[in-house]
Every structure is written in structure tokens, then in C-alpha cells.
T-cell receptor, first 111, second 114 residues
Framework: NAGVTQTPKFQVLKTGQSMTLQCAQDMNHNSMYWYRQDPGMGLRLIYYSASEGTTDKGEVPNGYNVSRLNKREFSLRLESAAPSQTSVYFC??????????FGPGTRLLVL | AQSVTQPDIHITVSEGASLELRCNYSYGATPYLFWYVQSPGQGLQLLLKYFSGDTLVQGIKGFEAEFKRSQSSFNLRKPSVHWSDAAEYFCAVGVSGGYNKLIFGAGTRLAVHP
């Protein structure tokens, strides 16, 4: 049981480049989430997916898109990266224990 | 709107001393409350959670938290801090509604002096 996995662990982009952050969970959870973490601001919800086939905006969705590919996978796409998107990105899933389980994070630097 | 406030950005304690990290929330209904810990460069690990029942909740690593509805607080405590407790601690409130979003506080960074 790997839990929640994220790829890549680190990424450096130039302004305007695009990339997709991958997330997968093997716990058969319905709900999945993408957060960004910035110093002094805690974690802020970007997008979430209550179930396969549905996605909704969170607190800070601008500049991002998501895809719930299947029950296991939930990807986050930056179409045109900006320096303001430099952050640590966490994927999470919500389980039957009424708890969110977090992945190890992706550190993104946009130059 | 729902919100979580952690008033202390940084706290420093001596090893063996007691610890209390403060958390205040704003939420209209009965909240789901959580404390997570994040070690440097790591993801978030759940310490404990409160949904209902006994207002004093025991968690992992010797932590406990007390839910006080009258004060809208969910403070985290530990009677004797170990050097390995140095980390960042996040309080969160769960917004129920079928999707269970979490709203996080800004975090409290704990330093432990030997």
C-alpha cells in the first residue's frame, strides 16, 4: 500500500512553460485534492474532486486545470507557468477514516 | 466564511518542557478538527482529530488536544517535548458536505532547545 504518490518530486520551469503534476492513490478513496503550500500561508486548496468524473474549484484555482483520470489518479496542470506559482504542491485523498492522507509533495520553481 | 487562526507563528521551548499550540476556528456548524505535523521537506502527518464525543482527544507521539466550543478553540498540548518534535504544526477545520474540504491555519513552527 503506497498511499498517495506524487511525481515529480522537484521541477524547475521557465515562465510560460507548461507541465502536469501527477497524483495517484491506491486506497480506493473517492475524494482527491490539490493544495499549494507557501510560507506563512498554510495549505490552500486549488481544486478538488469529490468523485470520479467531477472536479470543482477551491480557494486558489486561477492558472491551474485538473483532470480526474479515473478513481486512482488526479492530475494538476499548469498551462503557462508564472513565478507566482513557485510553491510546494500536495495531493491528498479523503478516506473512510474521515481523514485526509497527503502525498510527499512536489517542489516547483518557476524562473 | 470558515477560517482557522493559529496566533503563534514561531514557538521555542526547551526539551522536556510542556507545550501548547493555539488554534481558533470559525465555522457555523459542529466542526471536524484536525492537527497535522510537517517535518522539514516532508508531507503532512495526522496527529489527531475531533469529530464528536469526548472533547479531549489523544493522538500519536504523546499529543493531545481539547475542543472548547465556547472558545472556538482546539489547542494542541504535549506534557514533555522531545527534540524530535521540532516541526511545523497545522490546525485544520473540515467542511463537511460530501467532499470534506479542509481549511488550514497558517501553521506554527516549533523549535526545541536542548
Amino acid at each position: 500500500n503506497a498511499g498517495v504518490t506524487q511525481t515529480p518530486k522537484f521541477q524547475v520551469l521557465k515562465t510560460g512553460q507548461s507541465m502536469t503534476l501527477q497524483c495517484a492513490q491506491d486506497m480506493n478513496h473517492n475524494s482527491m485534492y490539490w493544495y499549494r503550500q507557501d510560507p506563512g500561508m498554510g495549505l490552500r486548496l486549488i481544486y478538488y474532486s469529490a468523485s470520479e468524473g467531477t472536479t470543482d474549484k477551491g480557494e486558489v484555482p486561477n492558472g491551474y486545470n485538473v483532470s480526474r483520470l479515473n478513481k486512482r489518479e488526479f492530475s494538476l496542470r499548469l498551462e503557462s507557468a508564472a513565478p507566482s506559482q513557485t510553491s510546494v504542491y500536495f495531493c491528498a485523498s479523503w478516506g473512510s477514516q474521515e481523514t485526509q492522507y497527503f502525498g510527499p509533495g512536489t517542489r516547483l520553481l518557476v524562473l | 466564511a470558515q477560517s482557522v487562526t493559529q496566533p503563534d507563528i514561531h514557538i521555542t521551548v526547551s526539551e522536556g518542557a510542556s507545550l501548547e499550540l493555539r488554534c481558533n476556528y470559525s465555522y457555523g456548524a459542529t466542526p471536524y478538527l484536525f492537527w497535522y505535523v510537517q517535518s522539514p521537506g516532508q508531507g503532512l502527518q495526522l496527529l489527531l482529530k475531533y469529530f464528536s464525543g469526548d472533547t479531549l482527544v489523544q493522538g500519536i507521539k504523546g499529543f493531545e488536544a481539547e475542543f472548547k466550543r465556547s472558545q472556538s478553540s482546539f489547542n494542541l498540548r504535549k506534557p514533555s517535548v522531545h527534540w524530535s518534535d521540532a516541526a511545523e504544526y497545522f490546525c485544520a477545520v473540515g467542511v463537511s458536505g460530501g467532499y470534506n474540504k479542509l481549511i488550514f491555519g497558517a501553521g506554527t513552527r516549533l523549535a526545541v532547545h536542548p
